[in-house]
């Protein structure tokens, strides 16, 4: 499971391009402190940067997009808040995985074998 990050994937294809990130801010035109805090994942680029930065990569918009989970993660944070149940579930698994009980890639694969 592939489980990168948006600005890890920016940066990965960044570094397999021989790209420095200046270079790559100034191709697109963003500033480098900007495309610093995509990397980071502190901000997101738009979507007519996100076309500029999956052509500067030579890779496809959609293959970007696969990494953008905020809009899962707004959603999830959401049910959060109205089911205390799903919360306490929730806060348990992430305790499990934390103290080593468990590990991510296990925790996914029990919650889509629910499905």
């Known amino acids: 499971m592939d489980n990168k990050t948006l600005g890890e994937v920016i940066r990965d294809l960044r570094e397999k391009a021989d790209l420095s990130l200046r270079d790559l801010a100034k ?55 109205t089911n205390p149940g799903l919360g306490l579930a929730f806060r348990s698994a992430v305790s499990d995985v934390k103290s080593g009980k468990q590990s991510p890639e296990d925790l996914a694969r029990r919650l889509l074998e629910k499905r």
């Open 27 to 81: 191709k697109i035109d963003v500033s480098a402190p900007f495309l610093s805090d995509v990397e980071l994942g502190r901000r997101f680029p738009g979507d007519d940067t996100l076309v500029d930065l999956a052509t500067a990569l030579k890779t496809k918009v959609e293959e970007l997009k696969k990494h953008d989970h905020r809009e899962v993660v707004a959603d999830f944070k959401r049910l959060l808040e």
